[in-house]
């Protein structure tokens, strides 16, 4: 069966940076998890105040955290919810 070379492929970065955040709030969350914090709280408290101080530097999560605007995690979490809720 061949392949026709020419067809153009669809790049679907949407998906990809909807992973990527996904990605990166499940190892800060390992991270807090890992210093006996409560994810859920200090990650919402982060998403509120803006306030990196909410999330341990253990493991670079602060810093991987704020490698995603936080407007952009708050969309994902709203999509993923409303997808769960239908």
Do not use: W
């Not at 392949?3 to 990605?23: C, G, L, M, P, Y």
């Not at 490698?67 to 997808?83: K, P």
């Amino acid at each position: 069966m061949s392949q026709n070379h020419t067809e153009t492929v669809a790049f679907k970065s949407d998906q990809i940076r909807r992973d990527n955040i996904k990605q990166i709030l499940k190892q800060v969350q390992a991270a807090l998890e890992d210093r006996g914090y409560n994810a859920v709280n200090q990650l919402s408290g982060y998403l509120i105040s803006n306030d990196p101080a909410y999330i341990s530097s253990h493991q670079n999560a602060r810093s991987l955290i704020q490698t995603v605007e936080r407007y952009e995690i708050i969309e994902e979490l709203v999509r993923a919810y409303l997808d769960d809720a239908e």
